[in-house]
């Protein structure tokens, strides 16, 4: 699996991609491929909303070239604005687009400590939806997983959508959610629940890590 950041060289990169050396390339786990348009003056919201489409704009350039080289692509986002995406293309046979989705809905206090300036937990939902409608397939990634999350809540609440995948990990960003959770415990409830969400459930290798469990098969 690889990392694809959305920058100058982005194009370039996609353009010489390789589907026989790539099993999966996901855009983008660090930097977010599509930017926050939330601010408190008129001015830096027009200004935003420029360097949006200018985003936007060159995400589906990458995306074009990604899917004529027949790259198994995974985009990953906070902004429910993905949704536009489906006003300009019709759909990807290899690229699935994805939201995090790190709690639950009646959560969403704790999603504008940790993720401020961000879509609401209820709207990325949605946009998985609707993207789901105009035919596109769609996954979500549970990382990081914010305090006072029902993990399980949470995932059977998403089984039921029509996602391809469901990705759990421990954090990627933040020092304060290190120690969130019951790492061991966590892992124990997913390992035994796993089945029951297979194929679409996959724990990601840092988070078995935490809880020690180094042994289990991750697809990561």
Known sequence: ????????????????ANADNIDCLVISFVNDPLPRLYSNTALLD???????YSRLNHLIRILDILEKRKIITKVLTKNANILEIAHIRDSYDFITLGCSITTNVYNESVTKYFEPNTSSIRDRLLA???LNKHGFKTWVSIEPILPN???LG????????????IWIGKNNYD?????????KQLCKTLLKYQPLYYPKLKIKLELLKAGGIIHAKSQF
């Open 1 to 16: 699996m690889g990392e694809l950041r959305q920058n100058r060289k982005a194009i370039q990169i996609a353009a010489k």
């Open 46 to 52: 027009k200004a935003k909303e420029s360097l949006y």
């Open 128 to 130: 998985l939806n609707l």
């Open 149 to 151: 999350t029902n993990v």
């Open 154 to 165: 949470l995932i059977h609440s998403l089984v039921s959508r029509n996602v391809s995948e």
């Open 175 to 183: 020092p304060e959610l290190m120690f969130a959770f019951n790492w």
